[in-house]
């Protein structure tokens, strides 16, 4: 989903009045929601965290300074996520979702199939990845969100992130040519 066009003057806004936080929550919080979905896998799980993650945000909008406000989102429903499975005590779930399957409105059953069939393949493969590539191939390709969006909600430099997306790319496609 694209940056809202006038993003930064609505955060300066919600810093003065909280009542104009609406604006951002209502844009961001379907992608967060699912963010976290794809993450937990339980839907009763994700709304909370999702609410728990706009509570921390606006409580903490002040303290905000310009840069990326939707890779700020990302690291608060995060750790958010982090802290809900320490206190849990829950293994995280892997991420499933790494390609979109196409509309199928339009294609026949058989190639309906084929993706779904090697989606499947997918998920079970990048269950055996290195949780740090799991999250930036997820991000990337899940969340559609670029390496700097990746790298600051990480904290890590960018080209940080495209060594782990070249690295994780590789180690799929070799693990899917294996299998």
């Not at 199928?104 to 309906?112: G, L, P, Q």
């Not at 909600?153 to 992130?161: A, D, F, G, P, Q």
């Amino acid at each position: 989903m694209a940056k809202l066009a006038n993003e930064e003057q609505l955060i300066r806004e919600a810093q003065a009045d909280q009542s104009k936080f609406s604006l951002l929550y209502r844009h961001y919080f379907e992608q967060i929601y699912y963010f976290l979905l794809a993450k937990i896998r339980n839907e009763a799980d994700a709304e909370d965290l999702t609410a728990i993650t706009f509570a921390k945000a606006l409580n903490n909008l002040k303290k905000y300074k310009e840069g990326n406000f939707r890779a700020w989102l990302y690291r608060i429903a995060n750790n958010s996520f982090l802290d809900f499975v320490r206190k849990e005590n829950r293994i995280s779930h892997d991420e499933e979702q790494m390609m979109n399957l196409e509309d199928t409105r339009s294609e026949d059953a058989s190639e309906t199939v084929d993706k779904a069939m090697m989606l499947d393949k997918v998920k079970s493969v990048m269950k055996t990845l290195p949780e740090k590539y799991q999250s930036v191939l997820s991000l990337k390709y899940f969340s559609d969100m670029s390496n700097g969006e990746i790298a600051e909600m990480l904290n890590c430099r960018e080209n940080n992130v495209a060594v782990q997306l070249h690295r994780g790319v590789k180690m799929l496609t070799e693990l899917l040519n294996n299998n």
